[in-house]
């Protein structure tokens, strides 16, 4: 297990434009190539966007897009025509494919938090696709099968156990609270990189915790 703590993530984003950003992988100019991705995820990226704030119209291809929003309101509208708002507890899942272009913007008046988080497809190419999971009940998986991945979110009481899946990688990622993982404590923003999964567990420290897990095939 290779734990990555939230202050040693790679610092973006534009704060005069109300934009924060903290990567978890070798990202535009903070290049590391011994930090390009583990199992299917190339990215995980912690914005923070005051009201106002975003991302103008840019493009993306070849790569599965998943948000998650922690606090406030994302506003998104791509190419295909659609518009959406995703809140906190929704899944978004934006397949790029052969190429498509998106605005993100925080057009509420509180400050929005979010994970993005961009995996690898199996295979270039296709149309793209979008989909919005509302509102995903705890321990209920999103299955990703263009990047051979499936996210669990979990969100745990004090003292409360969840099993990681045994797989060839786990990506796990501490939203809010405190997680002790394979006898490491980990808190918001802290992430945990482990390989050949066997009856691992994790457990909350604190009220109120909620943990991502991307379970992913090898390659």
């Known amino acids: ?40 995820v190339i990215a995980c990226n912690e914005e923070r966007l005051g009201p106002g ?10 790569t599965e897009i998943v948000t998650w929003v922690v606090e406030g309101e994302l506003t998104h509208r791509d190419s295909t ?27 509420g008046t509180a400050p929005l938090t979010f994970l993005q988080m961009w995996l690898a497809p199996l295979a270039p190419g296709g149309d793209p696709r979008y989909e919005v999971v509302p509102g995903i009940a705890d321990s209920t998986p999103y299955a990703l099968p263009e990047a051979g991945a499936m996210l669990h979110v979990r969100r745990l009481s004090a003292g409360e156990r969840t099993a990681v899946p045994d797989a060839a990688y786990v990506y796990a990622h501490v939203v809010r609270g405190k997680i002790r993982l394979e006898g490491e404590e980990l808190g918001p923003g802290d992430a945990a990189r482990l390989t050949d999964t066997k009856d691992a567990e994790a457990v909350a420290m604190s009220p109120a915790a909620e943990l991502l897990l991307w379970e992913m095939r090898a390659p």
Do not use: C, K, W
Not at 7 to 21: F, K, L, M, N, V
Not at 31 to 38: Q, T, W
Not at 90 to 104: C, I, K, N, P, Y
């Open 1 to 40: 297990m290779d734990v990555r703590r939230a202050h040693e993530r790679y610092q973006g984003g534009d704060p005069a434009a109300g934009i924060e950003t903290r990567h978890a992988f070798s990202f535009g100019p903070h290049y590391d190539p011994d930090n390009l991705r583990f199992g299917a």
């Open 53 to 62: 704030a975003g991302f103008g119209e840019h493009p993306h291809s070849h």
């Open 81 to 107: 025509g659609r518009e959406t708002v995703i809140r906190p507890g929704d899944v978004q899942h934006l397949s790029t494919a052969s190429g498509v272009r998106h605005v993100e913007r925080n057009a």
